[in-house]
């Protein structure tokens, strides 16, 4: 996935936490906090934001990421 800048009408994404947090550093698990993941299979719907990706790119062993059209 690709970064890009933010502009009025940007796409969204889907992000779902698919592993479990236990075992994960303190930093990954702040990360999951700050998105919004606090349980297992829970979904969030925000915007393909490079800060957003950024934190994605933290814990992409945690979640999947689809695209929202």
């Known amino acids: 996935m690709t970064l890009e ?5 940007m796409a969204k994404i889907k992000i779902t936490q698919v592993k479990s947090r ?3 550093t303190k930093r ?5 906090d700050a998105l919004g993941l606090r349980k297992l299979n829970k979904t969030i719907e925000v915007e393909n ?4 990706m950024g934190m994605v790119n933290k ?3 945690l979640v999947n990421v689809e695209d929202i059209k």
């Open 28 to 32: 990954q698990k702040r990360t999951l």
């Open 49 to 52: 934001t490079p800060q957003i």
């Open 59 to 61: 814990v992409r062993h």
């Open 5 to 9: 800048r933010k502009i009025p009408g």
């Open 22 to 24: 236990i075992g994960s």
